[in-house]
C-alpha cells in the first residue's frame, strides 16, 4: 500500500473527505536542491487535494495518514504512459501504409500525431474510469493528531 500524510480540508456527504496531501511527490520540494529550489517548481507550487475514504472518521484540520493499493498507482501510470505510445507507432505504421511512396515519410508523422492524440484521450478516458471503482479510491488509514 502506498502512503502519505494528509490534512483533512472538508467533510463531504456519506463517508468522503478532502485531502491535501503534505509536500510533494518525491518528499523534497522545500529543501536545498529539491524541486522546489530549481525549475520544476511548478510540480510542487498548488495543493494536491485529493478525494478520500474516510472509514474512521476523521475531522476537518485532523492530521491523518492516507493510503491507496499498489496496482492502482502501478495500472494507471501505465495506462497514460503505455497507450499513447502504443498508438503514436500504430498511427505511423497506418499513416505510411496509407499514402503514396512519395508521402510515407508525411503519412508517418501524420500518423504518429493522430494515434498520440486519440491514445492520449482514450488513456484520459480509462483512467477516469479506473478511479471511480472502489476499490481504486484512496483511503484514511489512520489519524495522526
Request: net charge positive.
Amino acid at each position: 500500500m502506498n502512503e502519505t500524510q494528509a490534512v483533512v480540508r472538508a467533510l463531504e456527504k456519506g463517508d468522503t473527505a478532502l485531502v491535501e496531501a503534505m509536500g510533494g511527490g518525491c518528499g523534497h520540494c522545500h529543501e536545498s536542491g529539491g524541486c522546489g529550489a530549481s525549475s520544476a517548481k511548478m510540480f510542487c507550487s498548488s495543493p494536491r487535494v485529493f478525494r478520500v475514504r474516510n472509514s474512521v472518521g476523521a475531522q476537518v484540520g485532523q492530521t491523518v495518514t492516507i493510503g491507496l493499493a499498489e496496482g492502482v498507482l502501478l495500472k494507471s501510470v501505465a495506462l497514460l504512459y503505455l497507450l499513447p505510445l502504443l498508438c503514436v507507432f500504430a498511427g505511423a505504421a497506418l499513416g505510411q501504409g496509407l499514402v503514396s511512396e512519395a508521402l510515407q515519410e508525411w503519412g508517418g508523422v501524420g500518423g504518429a500525431l493522430v494515434g498520440g492524440l486519440l491514445g492520449f484521450v482514450g488513456a484520459k478516458r480509462w483512467q477516469h474510469r479506473l478511479v471511480r471503482r472502489p476499490e481504486a479510491m484512496p483511503v484514511i488509514l489512520g489519524l495522526l493528531s
